[in-house]
Nanobody, 119 residues
Framework: QVQLVESGGGLVQAGGSMRLSCAAS????????MGWFRQAPGKEREFVAA????????YYADSVKGRFTISRDNAKNRAYLQMNSLKPEDTAVYYC????????????WGQGTQVTVSS
């Protein structure tokens, strides 16, 4: 079991940057792949980025590739999402998620943090 708490959301102007953080409980954080998802009003939740348990592999949605960077610090039980060149269409609730090591089957979710990008 792992519990996840996101932080770092807020309001930013288009073109700006923001970093989201996900704090995880439990002693086995390093065995989980971590991911970020988002859900905009009236839309389904969508995949944003993921990182393997070791940090050696990363995956991105085409819509954020080159602008967002996912990372993790296993010593601190944290995952991060650095978001640059933000656009109004990035406005959404962002969720942190965890998947058992070796899979991308995300079964553990945080409560979400709101990111609003103004034009």
């Amino acid at each position: 079991q792992v519990q996840l708490v996101e932080s770092g959301g807020g309001l930013v102007q288009a073109g700006g940057s923001m970093r989201l953080s996900c704090a995880a409980s439990g002693r086995t954080f390093s065995s989980y792949a971590m991911g970020w998802f988002r859900q905009a009003p009236g839309k389904e939740r969508e995949f944003v980025a993921a990182i393997s348990w070791s940090g050696g592999r990363t995956y991105y949605a085409d819509s954020v590739k080159g602008r967002f960077t996912i990372s993790r610090d296993n010593a601190k039980n944290r995952a991060y999402l650095q978001m640059n060149s933000l656009k109004p269409e990035d406005t959404a609730v962002y969720y942190c998620a965890a998947a058992p090591g070796g899979t991308l089957d995300f079964g553990f979710w945080g409560q979400g943090t709101q990111v609003t990008v103004s034009s």
